[in-house]
């Protein structure tokens, strides 16, 4: 694939860089020769969690219960709280949370009905909560000075007026998004709507959401999180991989279809996912939503921030053999990320459509502007778009209301970045990215774009007006300064 070549010859995945940057980064604890050097675990141990492959059940994140609901409104309460959480062999580890649990519980939404969701920072310090990927206001989009005080509370409105899709919400704090994400704050949340309900996809205890994300550890089991100025460069990568908050899972599972809608919620890590069976997956959707058609895949690469919906079929699975979900890349060892284990026998009534939501592109006679963004790291380490940092007063683009645009990214460095656009959603029309078919040719959020390449995007601004963001998704990049600002109105 063209993505994982590029992120080959880069940091994002297997860190093929000059020596001198190599020690730097195992100098900050990025690159482990064992688990000890990592100042977590102990000799001898594949990673600093001292965790066994495949020795704990996948946990299902609990669907969070409205707290009461009227004619068009569903009312939740989250509350931001630290928790001590068993996620590492007898270690506790202190986090912090919504609701207690890692990941965050999850929130259930319809497409056309309303959602208000009432956060409580319990925490130490200010947060605010961006749910990524959601069309909403700016009140409610959680920028990163939109911030909820210690002790405070803040009442986002979500309108949900997007199709069926699998979003998240986590923290956005300027220059703290990767430390608070890193410590527990991030969940999933999923729209449904009528025609994704109509198409016989699995459901029920066949769709099961998988967070993926990576964790260091010290010896005490705390929390491994302290940047250092390479980490300014290649973003930070734990070395134990958890899905929904264990280590390495296993899923019993029968001979019937799963939907499995996988979320890299990593701040760094880029992983290529496929299947030690080398069966294909069938790609029904990207972070905007059910795609036109499901796409065949031996494998899928997915940089921070980006989800793919998958169809595995386990019916041709012998009962009693496992299959295991691997990511392609290995580095720091962090190949085999869960194993299903295929336990039962079931009639599957489910189906994977040959179509699944029309999609229609934008025109490129439609478009009035064209805009370049240019990715570049400064002396001191920040990042920077054309040359500026971020600055929560400036405005880097202002758009027409109803406008359609044409943005391109050109990365002018060594590091592969993942762009996403607050607000709307785009179609990849030119770069490393662009396809005439495939999932990245639909509907987008969040699109990588990899070093010394440029992606162009195309866009519309349909109604809400006033400041959105625009930003790496590299969660460090993103803490050092990459990140803008346009505005729409």
Request: glycine share 8%.
């Amino acid at each position: 694939m063209q993505i994982f070549g590029n992120l080959l010859r880069t940091s994002g995945l297997g860190r093929v860089v000059p020596v001198v940057v190599g020690g730097l980064v195992a100098a900050v604890v990025l690159a482990p020769v064992s688990a000890s050097s990592w100042g977590g675990g102990s000799t001898g141990c594949a990673n600093s969690g001292c965790t066994t492959p495949f020795a704990v059940p996948l946990p299902i994140p609990q669907t969070l219960s409205p707290t009461s609901q009227d004619a068009t409104t569903d009312y939740y309460t989250v509350t931001e709280q630290p928790a001590n959480l068993s996620v590492i062999p007898g270690k506790t580890t202190p986090m912090w949370t919504y609701n207690g649990t890692w990941p965050g519980p999850v929130i259930k939404a319809t497409s056309g009905r309303q959602v208000k969701l009432h956060v409580i920072n319990n925490l130490s310090f200010a947060t605010t909560t961006h749910l990524h990927g959601a069309h909403v206001a700016p009140s409610s989009d959680g920028g990163p000075v939109d911030l909820v005080p210690v002790g405070g509370t803040r009442d986002y409105v979500y309108p949900n007026n997007e199709s069926a899709r699998t979003q998240w919400y986590h923290d956005h704090v300027k220059d703290l998004t990767g430390k608070n994400v890193y410590m527990g704050l991030a969940g999933l949340y999923l729209i449904s709507d009528a025609q994704e309900q109509a198409l016989n996809l699995p459901n029920g205890a066949y769709d099961v959401p998988l967070a993926i994300q990576d964790r260091t550890f010290n010896t005490d089991g705390t929390l491994a999180y302290a940047p250092s100025s390479s980490d300014y460069r290649t973003g930070l990568m734990g070395d134990t991989l958890f899905v929904n908050g264990a280590a390495q899972p296993y899923l019993k599972v029968s001979t019937h279809k799963y939907r499995f809608r996988i979320l890299n919620g990593s701040n760094a890590r880029y992983y290529t996912f496929s299947l030690s069976n080398g069966a294909t997956m069938s790609q029904i959707a990207t972070e905007a939503g059910l795609l036109s058609k499901p796409y065949a895949q031996s494998s899928i690469t997915l940089a921070p921030a980006e989800r793919a919906d998958v169809v595995v079929d386990f019916g041709n699975v012998p009962v009693g053999t496992s299959v295991t979900l691997r990511n392609n890349s290995g580095w720091n060892g962090a190949t085999d990320i869960m194993r299903f284990d295929v336990n039962s026998s079931t009639n599957d009534p489910s189906t994977v459509p040959a179509t699944l939501r029309p999609f229609t592109p934008l025109s490129a006679s439609a478009v009035s502007v064209r805009r370049t963004f240019t990715i570049e790291q400064q002396r001191d380490g920040m990042w920077t778009f054309n040359g500026k940092m971020y600055d929560s007063a400036r405005v880097d683009a202002n758009v027409a209301l109803g406008a359609t645009e044409e943005w391109t990214f050109q990365n002018k460095s060594g590091q592969d970045h993942p762009i996403h656009m607050h607000d709307i959603n785009f179609q990849v029309v030119s770069g490393a990215n662009s396809s005439s078919s495939g999932p990245n040719s639909e509907w987008k959020e969040t699109i990588n774009v990899p070093s010394w390449s440029s992606v162009t995007v195309r866009t519309q601004f349909p109604d809400f007006t006033g400041i959105y963001m625009f930003h790496c998704h590299i969660l460090e990049h993103e803490d050092h300064m990459l990140m803008s600002q346009f505005k729409v109105g």
